[in-house]
């Protein structure tokens, strides 16, 4: 049963399925080669009916100058041209809530774009009534940066601007100086901007770099790192592995400012009878740093992304401790969750290969939790190949934001005929791997989440249930049950390339499996063969 859009139901952010989109990569709705919101509107069918998710997280639609891409706000209640207008935002969200969709929006607190109308009259002069909207410090007594601290896109955070004297803080870009959540005024700000959206009906915020918006007031210099290895799991200048960074975000007073966006979700949901969520996207461990974003009594984001699966070695033993470790992690009453991809990160395809792509598909959404599916991993794309010289993202990011394929037609069907040439190459299996080619093999990568979003859909177990570890299948098998009241179901996934029979607790019925020849008629067993590369869903007998 779908989750309703206007439910009421102040948990359905447990039982949803969140669907991750692009704007600029998703559909092309006018031809000119960018994705923009008539395009999604177009594709909402397929997110509701075809695909099965309960939920889209769109990326920032606000009016931007473009250089991060959205990230880089220059008015946080507009729409920016190239993916519509406002009147499109509001039909987005009347036609994603008509198809019992609930709408994510993203919310960028940390800093704005250098052409937002508050940095330009802060920047003005040194008396500006937003001068301190932003974070403005003296030079170095030797006239360089205030602090040591580099920045994701490298080189120092901190801009001299000649005009005043002083230097600006931009954690990433230089177009984007971050602003201070420390002023009343700005906090007001920023609280009227979720207010804003919430007015228009959005059901929640994926909240970006929550973990970055308040910094050691004393600009005290991060530490040196003695091992600078690049994360190969991240698109981040080297630079900023040069030191640990501890100085530069996560400063306790933090946690006051999500408390206060919290609270307006929450009087939000009270007044209209319909719950509104926070969703942090925090760069924070160990996991006791990363649940403390959760708040004290639950009273912060409803949940952070938890990124560990995308830094995990791909192999059984590891996820395994991955998994359980958040589980342990988590406070009673709080609500665990994977991700996989997304649009920052090399996609699961490319990081671990063809094999990887079923295996990923039950994973996610087996396990306890919230799953976010990023748009076109359901087609197992890969990242698309694209030189350093064609980048249009200064790190590389724009390899995992290929346009979707749609169609065989040139193009992918990502536009309509005739219009202009997708902005981003699209991927070059798109024949084989577009929708519509998928939607016609049943044994597609696609058509294999189809069968896991239904079966998820219909099984308490999955939607709500604990999760037991099982030593079962050997060294190449990760295996749990999941045990809701009147269900308990059994998966297994096989990392190895050969197929593995494995003998569960007590006999069980086979819901699901990734090779569709595996599923048998007749009665229940106790022992199940678990395909290369795939898994297998079972529904156990009662006991006793």
């Known amino acids: 049963m779908r989750v309703q859009a206007d439910g009421g139901d102040a948990h359905w952010w447990r039982r949803a399925v969140i669907y991750q989109v692009y704007p600029r990569s998703f559909a092309d709705g006018d031809g000119d080669g960018v994705g923009d919101l008539r395009g999604v509107i177009g594709r909402l069918d397929y997110l509701a009916d075809t695909l099965g998710v309960d939920a889209l997280w769109i990326g920032p639609l606000y009016r931007s100058p473009q250089v991060d891409f959205g990230y880089d706000v220059s008015d946080h209640t507009d729409v ?17 809530h008509e198809r019992g969709l609930r709408v994510i929006l993203d919310f960028v607190p940390n800093h704005t774009s250098d052409r937002h109308p508050w940095f330009v009259e802060a920047r003005a002069r040194r008396d500006a009534p937003r001068r301190d909207w932003y974070v403005w410090a003296d030079p170095a007594p030797d006239g360089g940066p205030p602090s040591n601290w580099t920045s994701e896109q490298g080189g120092s955070t901190w801009e001299f601007d000649a005009a005043t004297g002083q230097y600006y803080l931009h954690s990433y870009h230089r177009t984007q100086p971050d602003v201070n959540w420390r002023h009343p005024g700005l906090r007001a700000a920023m609280l009227d901007v979720l207010r804003f959206w919430l007015d228009r009906g959005v059901d ?7 973990h970055m918006i308040a910094k050691d007031p004393a600009l005290t210099d991060n530490p040196p790192r003695d091992d600078a290895a690049p994360n190969g799991a991240d698109r981040q200048h080297p630079d900023h592995d040069t030191q640990w960074h501890v100085h530069d975000r996560m400063h306790p007073d933090l946690f006051d400012h999500i408390a206060r966006m919290r609270a307006l979700l929450d009087d939000y949901g009270a007044r209209t ?11 924070a461990m160990p996991w006791e740093s990363w649940v403390r974003f959760l708040g004290r009594d639950l009273d912060g984001v409803h949940w952070s992304f938890n990124f560990n699966f995308l830094e995990t070695p791909w192999e059984p033993k590891a996820l395994r401790l991955s998994i359980e470790a958040q589980e342990e992690a988590l406070p009673e009453g709080a609500w665990p969750n994977h991700v996989l991809s997304n649009h920052d990160r090399p996609r699961l395809a490319g990081r671990h290969g063809e094999r990887s792509v079923r295996v990923a598909a039950v994973l996610l959404l087996t396990l306890r939790g ?31 934001r290929a346009p ?7 193009g992918g069907g990502f536009g309509p005929p005739g219009g202009g040439e997708p902005w981003l190459p699209v991927p070059p299996e798109y024949r084989e791997r577009s929708v519509a080619a998928q939607l016609a093999d049943p044994d597609s990568v696609l058509n294999l989440y189809r069968r896991l979003l239904a079966l998820r859909r219909r099984s308490p177990a999955l939607l ?8 079962e299948g050997g060294d190449d098998c990760l295996a749990y049950l999941r045990e809701a009241p009147g269900q308990v179901v059994a998966v297994v996934v096989n990392f190895g390339g050969d197929a593995v029979e494995v003998e569960l607790p007590r006999p069980g019925r086979t819901l699901l499996a990734t090779d569709r020849a595996e599923v048998p008629p007749g009665p229940a067993r106790s022992g199940v063969v678990v395909p290369a590369y795939g898994g297998v869903v079972v529904e156990l007998e009662r006991a006793g």
């Open 464 to 471: 709500s249930g604990a999760y037991v570890p099982l030593e």
């Open 80 to 96: 920016d041209p190239a993916f519509g207008t406002l009147a499109d935002a509001d039909a987005l969200i009347a036609a994603a």
């Open 273 to 283: 009878g319909r719950s509104r969520i926070a969703i942090g996207e925090v760069e």
């Open 204 to 210: 929640g915020f994926r909240i970006d770099a929550l």
């Open 404 to 410: 979707m394929p749609w169609t065989s037609e040139p």
């Open 370 to 400: 919230t799953p976010t599916l990023y748009y076109g991993d359901e087609l197992g794309l890969p990242d698309v190949a694209i030189p350093p010289e064609c980048w249009r993202d200064p790190l590389g990011r724009d390899q995992a």
